[in-house]
């Protein structure tokens, strides 16, 4: 299996703008996470998926960011509209079964101007 | 609700100095506790799991279940453990909240 597979890597937009990240997880796993990496904030959970299905979305800053996975193989994360402070590293990560490795994926790199 | 607290943001220590990376965690449940390493602009990976009871790359962890923590430790710090390190806890839910993560430098 190649991985949780992200893209796109890199993305500058502009604010305002609407961006979408999409996840491939690894085929066969049950969950899908979505996480945000900021130097000042850490690693923080968005939101989670079990089969599908959004579990908790607790995490998710506020009305501009959505997800959503409509089948096994795929996920979106949006931002609408995009803010300078949303600039950061999203990774998307997988896992089998509670209490299994998390698997994440390389990250997409987005920097809102 | 559950909570991973990593003390320090940054440690720093000289080559085969011991390192120890503190992880407290707060949770009603019966924990699933996991070390996550991410190497300068790679993807964060595994490195231990509690229930493994196994040392990775000379790291080792024990859960203190009456202190709630998870500390990681290594006697001999080499150059190439340099990396931020997360502290993580699964819940019976399958929720996986991580801390803020520590910055280990070893230097030479």
């Known amino acids: 299996d190649a991985g949780v597979i992200q893209s796109p890597r890199h993305e500058v937009t502009e604010m305002g703008q609407e961006v979408t990240l999409r996840c491939k997880p690894i085929?066969?796993?049950?969950?899908l996470f979505w996480y945000r990496q900021t130097m000042m904030r850490g690693l923080e959970l968005l939101i989670y998926f079990n089969n599908n299905v959004p579990i908790d979305d607790s995490g998710m800053p506020e009305d501009r960011f959505s997800a959503k996975m409509p089948n096994a193989s795929f996920s979106t994360l949006k931002i609408q509209p995009s803010e300078p402070r949303d600039s950061a590293v999203y990774f998307c990560a997988s896992r089998a079964n509670v209490g299994n490795t998390i698997y994440f994926g390389e990250g997409s790199w987005l920097t809102v101007v | 609700a559950q909570r991973v607290t990593q003390p320090e943001k940054l440690l720093s220590v000289f080559k085969g100095a011991p390192v120890e990376l503190k992880c407290n965690y707060s949770?009603?449940?019966?924990?699933?506790l996991f070390w996550y390493v991410q190497y300068s602009r790679q993807r964060l990976q595994l490195l231990l799991r509690h229930i493994s009871r196994e040392s990775i790359k000379g790291f080792t962890a024990d859960l203190n279940k009456g202190e709630t923590s998870f500390h990681l430790k290594k006697p001999f710090a080499q150059e190439e453990d340099s990396a931020m390190y997360y502290c993580a806890l699964d819940t019976n839910a399958g929720k996986s909240t991580f801390g803020d993560g520590t910055t280990l430098t070893v230097k030479p």
């Open positions: 085929s066969g796993h049950d969950y």
């Open positions: 949770y009603s449940g019966s924990p699933e």
